[in-house]
């Protein structure tokens, strides 16, 4: 694993921000933070109505699973499946968590910003381009600085393809679509 200065930097402040926005693990691959919806009123692709006030679980991936030894830079397809397999085993945690943990019941729905090319529409997801703006270019910046940071393997192959997505998941599509009854 690099130990340069600004890798070691990047550590400090990502420990830094989670701490800040109350971010909470949640999984190996999965953490959360929480907080009321202020935007405009919309239906989701289930009929849900997202609307001012309600709460949502905010997606944090965990970059420390990536570090893990099977993330070998040369197996580019193992790593990838293994993403997926840590993913659909992540939300079907949540969908058992969802009713058992205080925190969920009141979410309706769950929201993150990714550079990760759109899928996950047929299980579910909303997803939407973020359009061009002072804030989508810090964040794609932020997003080359973590791929050349942690996933330095990554860069050449996704540096042309970063744009920021927002995912939208509903309460009902994460239990619809992960839980095992």
């Given at each position: 694993m690099k130990t340069t200065l600004f890798y070691r930097f990047m550590c400090w402040y990502d420990a830094h921000w989670r701490r800040r926005h109350?971010?909470?693990?949640?999984?190996?691959?999965?953490?959360?933070?929480?907080?009321?919806?202020?935007?405009?009123?919309?239906?989701?692709?289930?009929?849900?109505w997202i609307e001012p006030g309600d709460c949502l679980?905010?997606?944090?991936?965990?970059?420390?699973?990536?570090?893990?030894?099977?993330?070998?830079?040369r197996q580019h397809i193992r790593n990838a499946l293994r993403f997926?397999?840590?993913?659909?085993?992540?939300?079907?945690?949540?969908?058992?968590?969802?009713?058992?943990?205080?925190?969920?019941?009141?979410?309706?729905?769950?929201?993150?910003?990714?550079?990760l090319p759109p899928h996950g529409e047929k299980l579910g997801f909303v997803i939407e381009r973020l359009p061009d703006s002072a804030?989508?270019?810090?964040?794609?910046?932020?997003?080359?600085?973590?791929?050349?940071?942690?996933?330095?393997?990554?860069?050449?192959?996704?540096n042309n393809r970063i744009h920021p997505h927002a995912y939208w998941l509903t309460r009902d599509s994460l239990l619809k679509n992960f839980s095992a009854e």
């Open positions: 109350r971010v909470e693990k949640f999984d190996e691959l999965l953490s959360f933070s929480f907080e009321t919806f202020s935007g405009k009123r919309r239906v989701m692709n289930d009929g849900t679980a905010i997606l944090h991936f965990n970059r420390e699973c990536f570090a893990h030894p099977a993330a070998d830079p997926r397999r840590l993913l659909l085993a992540s939300f079907a945690h949540l969908a058992k968590a969802i009713h058992e943990n205080e925190k969920f019941r009141q979410v309706k729905a769950f929201h993150g910003v990714s550079w804030l989508n270019l810090v964040r794609k910046f932020y997003f080359t600085i973590l791929l050349r940071v942690f996933f330095p393997h990554l860069v050449d192959q996704e």
